[in-house]
């Protein structure tokens, strides 16, 4: 036997260190090959490693929020350990039986069978066969795969097989009488909850507090009429492309946009404050703010003004749905030139968004309700959305920030200049 030193790798692309976001194993505990042994996240993007050798893990290094450079120590194998039980025996696969078998028993100290426990010491040793998917929402939901019957071939984790594990988990317990001594209001007032800031929302925090701290922002807040762009969205959701999503505002919204900056070129932009420069962007690749479990993520919809309304409709909901599940690949999840932004019902009357750096603009919309308006000398009830954005007050004058939402606005309150010179 002897020890294995895994260092933590270089991830690529410049990474020079990387935060330690959640250990799967400790000390003790019995490894295979390829298993994943800990999730870190570089300013890039989340990566899961896995073991490059099997066998005992004699010790890691760091905690969750630990950032840690390549090169150092992360973990210590002991290899040549073989898988064993709790016992000291070497873990047999048991034999293939109907999965209504009833549970394996043993025999007790005096001779007569007890259940065995389950799970117990017994239960599967080594790496469970399952799909890296199924593997992430286990360890999400808290639930060991150890614990989970296969289904498919050679004893592999089904989505099914995990479903039903859950369902089971989640069954009704029989209530239990209150306990006789119940915290007092003011107690329970008192308590605290500490919430170490790590992961994704460490990095959120770090870039929110950057683009703040850096950039002067510029609002700007504008009401629309949105009562034909209503009525043209209601009329072509009746008709849909095969297979299309329904149209929400935010399609308009982005094609609208990739027609107004070709007007206004300093928007899609980037400041390089390294070098000094604005980078001009020709292609509109757009940052699409995202919320998820994890926090707020922008996937990116490339070459966006070579896309028509449908498709651009289903690219976006592509990239956020991707980003919800942590399916995204890398570069769908940076190189955005501008972002929009939506809060949806929550939108409010109106919002001053933060510039996802290095942009230099972003544009927000709000909740759309009906008001009051005068129209042609007479008040009529029409529906109404303000739209928020913030520009990098060095690089956007407020006049050419102003006079780019106006031309948004044009395009938004009578849509069929949308299409005009596509």
């Known amino acids: 036997m002897s020890n294995y030193v895994f260092k933590l790798p270089d991830l690529g692309e410049g990474t020079v260190e990387a935060e330690i976001v959640n250990w799967r194993v400790k000390p003790g505990d019995t490894i295979a090959e390829d298993e994943v042994?800990?999730?870190v996240m570089t300013e890039k993007a989340a990566v899961e490693l896995p073991a490059p050798v099997g066998g005992r893990v004699l010790s890691i290094t760091g905690t969750p929020g630990d950032m840690v450079p390549v090169g150092a120590d992360l973990i210590v194998i002991e290899t040549g350990t073989p898988a064993t039980t709790a016992a000291g025996a070497p873990a047999a696969a048991p034999a293939a039986a109907p999965a209504s078998a009833p549970p394996a028993r043993r025999a007790g100290?005096?001779?007569a069978e007890a259940p065995a426990q389950a799970p117990a010491a017994s239960a599967r040793a080594g790496r469970v066969a399952t799909s890296p998917a199924i593997r992430r929402r286990a360890h999400e939901a808290g639930i060991d795969l150890q614990q989970v019957t296969g289904s498919g071939p050679n004893g592999r984790i089904l989505p099914k097989d995990l479903e039903a594990f859950v369902a089971r988990r989640s069954q009704p317990t029989p209530l239990r009488p209150a306990p006789k001594a119940v915290p007092s209001a003011r107690a329970s007032a008192a308590a605290t909850e500490e919430i170490k800031v790590i992961g994704l929302r460490r990095l959120i925090a770090q870039r929110m507090s950057e683009a703040k701290r850096n950039i002067p922002h510029f609002a700007y807040v504008e009401e629309l009429d949105i009562t034909e762009l209503?009525?043209?969205?209601?009329?072509?959701?009746r008709k849909p492309a095969d297979g299309a999503p329904s149209l929400?505002?935010?399609?308009?919204?982005?094609?609208?946009?990739?027609?107004?900056?070709?007007?206004?070129?300093?928007?899609n932009a980037h400041y390089d404050a390294e070098r000094g420069v604005i980078v001009r962007h020709a292609a509109v690749h757009l940052g699409v703010a995202t919320q998820t479990a994890e926090g707020l993520k922008v996937p990116v919809v490339h070459n966006a003004q070579e896309l028509g309304l449908w498709e651009l409709a289903a690219q976006m909901?592509?990239?956020?749905?991707?980003?919800?599940?942590?399916?995204?690949k890398r570069e769908e999840l940076s190189g955005s030139t501008i972002t929009i932004t939506s809060l949806g019902k929550l939108g409010g009357i109106?919002?001053?968004?933060?510039?996802?750096?290095?942009?230099?603009?972003?544009?927000?919309?709000?909740?759309?309700?009906?008001?009051?308006?005068?129209?042609e000398g007479a008040i009529a009830i029409r529906l109404t959305m303000n739209l928020s954005s913030s520009f990098?007050?060095?690089f956007v004058d407020g006049y050419d920030a102003a006079a780019m939402i106006q031309a948004l606005k044009e395009h938004l309150e009578?849509?069929?200049t949308i299409f005009i010179g596509a």
């Open 37 to 39: 042994i800990v999730e």
């Open 109 to 111: 100290a005096n001779g």
């Open 230 to 237: 209503e009525s043209l969205r209601r009329h072509l959701n």
């Open 248 to 267: 929400t505002y935010l399609p308009f919204l982005a094609l609208a946009l990739i027609r107004v900056l070709r007007d206004f070129p300093q928007c």
């Open 317 to 328: 909901r592509r990239v956020a749905e991707a980003a919800r599940t942590n399916k995204a």
């Open 350 to 375: 109106a919002s001053t968004p933060i510039i996802n750096a290095p942009e230099v603009a972003i544009i927000g919309v709000n909740r759309a309700v009906e008001r009051p308006l005068v129209l």
């Open 392 to 394: 990098d007050h060095r």
């Open 414 to 416: 009578h849509p069929a």
